[in-house]
């Protein structure tokens, strides 16, 4: 990757527990930008966007459009597809002030032995937050300064927690203990992201399974997409290009 341009290396240390870092092109910025993601997720990252961009290559016109109008995707991958860590973030179709088109990735990523599952209970803040902030750099000029600080905030939301009762009225709190019987306490409800509420319970850091669904701090219809083994062109495409009607 060269020509690469680290920002923020004196920023802040984020909270114990959250590891989030990003990395690709924004507006901004001439080359590469990132900041707080090991080289080797870099190149694991690469080596996905380089097959995928070009594939678009050899397909009209109107894909390489489709792509810079696509929508934000978060994801939540496993240990099993090669990487060696859980990943959980957003990557947007984005490009560099001179227009080369490439991803712009937040992802927080960790060992596979030191995940906690209860990580993705209540991880709805993060996704949002972290979408918010790669929206401001795609398509509104945020610089890489002011998207890593974003972005330190955002992994602030991301830390493993216990499921929370559920919120409800002070008369349904009287029909419940009405209800109840000796030694029954309200149940606990685990709350995913917004758009796979029930991720926590589908998600399995140690399989090959990844799952993607639309981000919506921009509007877009919510679409979901379950990918098994590696990132190829073919999720690429799906991701990038409407209706993921490419064929390779």
């Not at 016109?61 to 994801?75: G, S, V, Y």
């Not at 939540?76 to 991803?103: E, K």
């Not at 399995?204 to 669904?213: E, K, Q, R």
Request: with cysteine.
């Amino acid at each position: 990757m060269p020509g690469a341009l680290m920002i923020g290396a004196d920023a802040a240390t984020p909270p114990a527990g959250t590891r989030l870092g990003w990395y690709g092109k924004i507006p901004a910025a001439g080359d590469f930008v990132h900041r707080g993601v090991p080289r080797e997720l870099i190149a694991w990252w690469d080596k996905w966007a380089q097959h995928g961009l070009s594939a678009l290559k050899q397909m009209p016109l109107d894909a390489q459009r489709e792509f810079t109008a696509a929508p934000l995707w978060n994801f939540a991958i496993p240990a099993g597809p090669g990487a060696g860590a859980v990943q959980l973030g957003t990557v947007a179709p984005s490009r560099d002030r001179v227009g080369r088109l490439y991803p712009l990735w937040a992802v927080w990523s960790v060992p596979l032995a030191a995940y906690e599952s209860s990580v993705l209970d209540g991880a709805g803040p993060y996704y949002r937050e972290a979408s918010t902030a790669l929206l401001s750099a795609v398509r509104h000029g945020s610089g890489a300064e002011q998207l890593d600080r974003a972005l330190n905030h955002a992994a602030i939301a991301l830390r493993p927690g216990p499921p929370q009762p559920p919120p409800s009225s002070a008369g349904q709190d009287i029909l419940d203990i009405l209800n109840s019987g000796p030694g029954q306490t309200r149940p606990l409800v685990r709350s995913g992201p917004e758009g796979w509420p029930d991720l926590p319970a589908c998600f399995n850091p140690g399989s090959h399974t990844s799952y993607w669904w639309t981000s919506q701090v921009d509007g877009a219809a919510l679409q979901t997409y379950l990918h098994g083994g590696a990132l190829n062109a073919t999720l690429f495409a799906r991701l990038f290009v409407a209706s993921g009607r490419a064929r390779f």
